[in-house]
């Protein structure tokens, strides 16, 4: 495990200042989050991993993926952001995926404790358990045991039971974790495929009392439905952690992932439940994951992870 700091390299973008009005890009207002943040803040932070696919034996290239989303976050229109934060990578050094995780918990834990709302980019959804590890952190060091909500965009339950842990495990070992502590927790997976999970996934997710809707009652023609359902889900929870596998996505809008979906969720219903969650006012940490930049299509996936991204940093 390593930590890589803020690169400045990774964020370029054209300059406009020539013109009149506010041309100010992300690249422009990116800085390393050091010092005072404001309450709040989104914060970006990187886990650059490959080593939960592979134990899952997906295809690699997940470790490339916080890099290419910063390249294409870069030119991207700064509109109400003043500043961005950028706190750099954990990366994951060979098969020693348990240490990254905790070193990303420990880094999320940080942030939040700062006042920051980190968004984590990925790396493989093995990024998941380090997250949250990094929101338990948190919130015990505040006393709080009020009820969290997972809430999981993606193709997959990720709830294997085999060890050791996986980019396939996540939310197992999350809900493992939580029981084991008595901390109130629902699990939701939205956009799940029937074609991508076995039936002892879905007992699985039975028996952890999860709420799952399937890929195809997550078409547009069933969104009123489908926000009407996260609301519910808000309404329960004191804090939420949105985690984003970028699989749920189309294959055609989302090429460069381990396992692309023939079906998937459409880019608008993903971003309508992002912006649901972020105006809720609970939305603690987000991050994404699976994203593979050496299975995209001429940045067909980056274009849409930045636009997703730019969403959760936006205020």
């Known amino acids: 495990m390593s930590m890589a700091q803020f690169d400045k390299s990774l964020w370029k973008a054209r300059d406009d200042s020539a013109e009149q009005g506010d041309t100010r890009r992300l690249a422009h207002i990116v800085e390393a989050a050091a010092g005072q943040v404001r309450k709040g803040e989104a914060a970006l932070l990187g886990f650059a991993c490959d ?12 470790a490339e993926g916080p890099s290419v989303i910063r390249k294409f976050l870069a030119g991207l229109p700064a509109h109400g952001l003043t500043r961005l934060l950028d706190a750099g990578d954990v990366a994951c050094e060979g098969d020693r995926l348990e240490d990254a995780q905790e070193q990303l918990g420990l880094r ?16 493989g959804h093995e990024i998941a358990w380090g997250s949250f590890q990094g929101l338990a952190r948190w919130l015990d060091a505040r006393g ?43 699990y939701a997976c939205l956009g799940v495929s029937r074609l991508a999970n076995t039936p002892a996934l879905y007992a699985r997710a039975a028996e952890v009392g999860a709420i799952w809707v399937e890929d195809r009652d997550m078409q547009e023609r069933h969104l009123a439905a489908r926000l009407a359902n996260v609301d519910a889900l808000l309404a329960r929870a004191r804090h939420v952690y ?7 996505l189309p294959a055609g809008v989302m090429p460069g992932v381990s396992a692309p979906a023939p ?13 649901r969650v972020k105006a809720s006012g609970k939305l603690r940490l987000a991050d994404m994951a699976e994203f593979s930049p050496r299975y995209d299509q001429d940045g067909h996936g980056a274009r849409a992870a930045a636009r997703l991204a730019w969403q959760l940093l936006n205020d």
């Not at 999320?108 to 790396?123: D, F, H, K, T, Y």
């Open 51 to 62: 080593a939960g696919v592979a134990r899952n034996q997906g295809r690699i290239g997940a």
């Open 108 to 123: 999320v834990a940080e942030l939040m404790e700062q006042g920051a709302r980190p968004l984590v980019l990925g790396g």
């Open 144 to 186: 709080d045991s009020e009820p969290v909500l997972v809430l999981n965009l993606d193709a997959h339950f990720d709830l294997r039971t085999g060890r050791p842990g996986s980019s396939g495990t996540p939310f197992d070992q999350i809900s493992r974790y939580c029981e084991e502590r008595g901390r109130a927790l629902q």
């Open 242 to 248: 949105l985690t984003i596998d970028l699989d749920v």
């Open 263 to 275: 079906y998937g969720v459409p880019l608008t219903v993903i971003e309508e439940i992002v912006l």
